[in-house]
């Protein structure tokens, strides 16, 4: 049964403050790192309606349910907003419904500001996510709508699989028990949660550098990207021969409090990270360069590869416009390696489009700065869940291959 907590976006976020020692204010702190922007933290509780019989909640972290107004005994209207504006049109949405007795539930969404696009999915508790059926959008798009078989058995909606700040770092503690991995903290976010690298191989000279999740719906990106480190730390011997000569620095999750804020694009100071690779106005993307950095400089390495995995409404690669071949470190290495990707699988032609970006996203700062082969992959919202994971280990085994042959010759 779902928790009856009351508590407001307030006062978890001031709890969060005292855990992690700080002493500025919430608007003190937020306003330090952005001069203009703010941001609408939604209210953080359970709603009861029908005497107790139905709830839902957003109280848990990766939720998004502003405010729900009730229709009749069995309908609800939900608003889905975004933590402010200008922003993409990437409306996230998560929360959690029971019914004291089996009872079909009526629900519109209702968008503030932009339209569908993301179709629901579901899971009741421990079992695997469903795509929600019979989703019905209204003309302008502005509302999608659909039914719940409710019961006391709590049900989990959400625009993509909920995977928070917390299932991150479940993650991050199950890859360092394998070989040659290691886990450092490398920062904090805005509201206290770690940031951290995941170092897989060898110390090398050879650097590879793979990001994730600067923008919090972004999941299927998060998910290519955990396939791809799963391939890198495999017990193979493509594995094992990748980890001897090179080392690949990872970091999973940028944006741990967008994240668990359910925000649609932005940390809590309302930036959006992946525009702040200029900068570095964020403790977030600060935290990120200030490590390559350091790490780069202790070890007297280069960075040969870079990837930062993201999501859109279908797969993008975004390479660097403007950087000379000839000034990166392993000249054509990401032309070569789009090509044994696409090669690999069957009737899959990549959708390359090379881009400057102003040079304020990370692969622009990626190639400008540490003079690595960049690009940004944008994996399609509604990608087949098996077709994702194998594009992320076969683009993990493609970059291995090629890069263990530059050592042959």
């Known amino acids: 049964m779902i928790k009856l907590q009351n508590q407001t976006a307030f006062i978890v976020i001031l709890a969060a403050f005292i855990l992690a020692c700080k002493t500025k204010s919430l608007t003190q702190s937020i306003n330090e790192h952005a001069s203009k922007a703010t941001t609408n933290f939604q209210i953080r509780k359970t709603y009861r309606f029908n005497k107790n019989q139905?709830?839902?909640?957003?109280?848990?972290?990766?939720?998004?349910l502003n405010s729900i107004s009730q229709e009749n005994d069995s309908t609800f209207n939900i608003e889905i907003a975004p933590e402010n504006e200008p922003i993409n049109p990437s409306p996230w949405y998560a929360f959690k419904v029971w019914s004291a007795q089996q009872k079909n539930l009526y629900v519109n969404l209702?968008?503030?500001?932009?339209?569908?696009?993301?179709?629901?999915?579901?899971?009741?508790?421990h079992q695997p996510w469903?795509?929600?059926?019979?989703?019905?959008?209204?003309?302008?798009?502005?509302?999608?709508?659909?039914?719940?078989?409710?019961?006391?058995?709590t049900i989990l909606v959400a625009a993509q699989e909920l995977l928070s700040a917390s299932d991150n770092y479940h993650w991050e503690d199950s890859l360092v028990r394998l070989p040659q991995v290691k886990k450092q903290k490398i920062g904090e976010s805005i509201l206290g949660k770690p940031i951290n690298a995941i170092n897989i191989g060898n110390q090398s000279k050879k650097l590879i550098v793979v990001l994730s999740r600067q923008?919090?719906?972004?999941?299927?990106?998060?998910?290519?990207?955990?396939?791809f480190i799963r391939t890198v730390t495999a017990n193979t011997e493509l594995g094992k021969s990748f980890r001897m000569k090179f080392e690949l620095l990872l970091i999973p999750v940028i944006n741990p409090d967008g994240v668990d804020e359910?925000?649609?694009?932005?940390?809590?100071?309302?930036?959006?990270?992946?525009?702040?690779?200029?900068?570095?106005?964020?403790?977030?993307?600060?935290?990120?360069?200030?490590?390559?950095?350091?790490?780069?400089?202790?070890?007297?390495?280069?960075?040969?590869?870079?990837?930062?995995?993201h999501s859109t409404y279908y797969d993008v690669f975004y390479t660097n416009e403007d950087q000379p071949q000839n000034k990166t470190n392993l000249p054509g290495f990401t032309r070569k390696w789009l090509h044994a990707f696409s090669e690999s699988i069957p009737g899959f032609k990549p959708n390359i489009k090379p881009s400057p970006n102003g040079g304020n996203v990370s692969k622009s700062w990626m190639g400008r700065v540490l003079h690595a082969e960049a690009l940004t992959?944008?994996?399609?919202?509604?990608?087949?869940?098996?077709?994702?994971?194998?594009?992320?280990?076969?683009?993990?085994?493609?970059?291995m291959e090629l890069l263990l042959a530059t050592e042959n010759k």
Do not use: C
């Open 54 to 64: 139905i709830l839902l909640t957003n109280n848990f972290g990766g939720a998004r």
């Open 262 to 309: 359910g925000n649609w694009r932005h940390n809590v100071a309302g930036v959006d990270l992946n525009r702040d690779w200029e900068n570095f106005a964020q403790p977030e993307t600060r935290a990120v360069k200030d490590y390559l950095l350091k790490k780069i400089t202790q070890q007297n390495a280069k960075v040969y590869f870079g990837i930062d995995f």
């Open 130 to 153: 469903k795509d929600l059926a019979d989703v019905k959008i209204n003309q302008n798009k502005k509302q999608a709508s659909f039914k719940l078989s409710a019961n006391n058995d």
């Open 215 to 227: 923008h919090p719906p972004e999941v299927t990106g998060y998910m290519a990207m955990q396939e």
């Open 377 to 399: 992959y944008e994996v399609g919202d509604d990608t087949p869940r098996t077709l994702l994971k194998l594009k992320g280990k076969v683009a993990a085994e493609k970059m």
């Open 110 to 125: 209702n968008y503030k500001g932009t339209s569908h696009r993301y179709n629901p999915k579901y899971r009741y508790q």
